[in-house]
């Protein structure tokens, strides 16, 4: 099994900053068969990135993701006040697929 | 409208068994891979287990497997997640959600709203 570790557990910024998450594999992820998604409290999880670089209809442009093998990031280029939320990453290369813990992005 | 309608909140006791449904609508149903995903309390998402409703091939995760049944029934664009024996840790939020694209099981860009289940005696 494909174990994702996220980090940091939790991300402290400010509207307007720059975040940069992380996710890193227990194995290669070939073909880069990452996806990132947001929830936000008492929603589903919503798509944001998949194909590790590729954003899903809809994804502002202030979102992106990169990285391939079994480093990725999920980075969010001024982060606006609904972008305050959790993030997981989901590898979907090999079974079972799985996701990552989540990484908290909450207002300094 | 392309969306995915899950059945409502359900409390039930330890060992009682219980089935959970997902309907699809505004899509080819049998095209696309439905997946199950557990959140337990304050947790974070957990992959249970897909299934192709085309022909019902079904994967699990090892977590589980023998735990949980995935089914569809095709005449009613239904996918389905069912134990015999509820414990009190399967108590969480339980989603499903489909694969982006055709035929093969990759991230999910459709979700369903989440049933909340609870298992307390």
């Known amino acids: 099994e494909i174990v994702l570790t996220q980090s940091p557990g939790t991300l402290s910024l400010s509207p307007g900053e720059r975040a940069t998450l992380s996710c890193r594999a227990s194995q290669s992820v070939s073909s880069s068969y990452l996806a990132w998604y947001q929830q936000r409290p008492g929603q589903a999880p919503r798509l944001l990135i998949y194909?590790?670089?590729t954003r899903a209809t809809g994804i502002p442009v202030r979102f992106s993701g990169s990285g391939s093998g079994t480093d990725f990031a999920l980075t969010i280029s001024s982060l606006q006040s609904e972008d305050f939320a959790i993030y997981y990453c989901?590898?979907?290369?090999?079974?079972?697929?799985?996701f990552g813990q989540g990484t908290k992005v909450e207002i300094k | 409208e392309v969306q995915l309608v899950q059945s409502g909140v359900g409390v039930k006791k330890p060992g009682e068994s219980l089935r959970i449904s997902c309907q699809a609508s505004g899509y080819k149903f049998v095209a696309y891979w439905i997946g199950w995903v557990r959140q337990m309390p304050g947790k974070g998402l957990e992959w249970m287990g897909i299934i192709y409703p085309s022909d019902s091939d079904t994967r699990y995760s090892p977590s589980f497997e023998g735990q949980v049944t995935i089914s569809v029934d095709k005449s009613i664009n239904t996918a389905y997640l069912e134990w015999n024996s509820l414990k009190v840790s399967d108590t969480a939020m339980y989603f499903c959600?489909?694969?982006?694209?055709?035929?093969?099981?990759?991230?999910?860009?459709?979700w369903g709203q989440g049933t909340r289940v609870t298992v307390s005696s």
């Open positions: 989901h590898q979907y290369n090999d079974w079972p697929r799985t």
């Open positions: 959600a489909r694969s982006t694209f055709v035929g093969v099981a990759t991230s999910f860009d459709l």
């Open positions: 194909g590790a670089s």
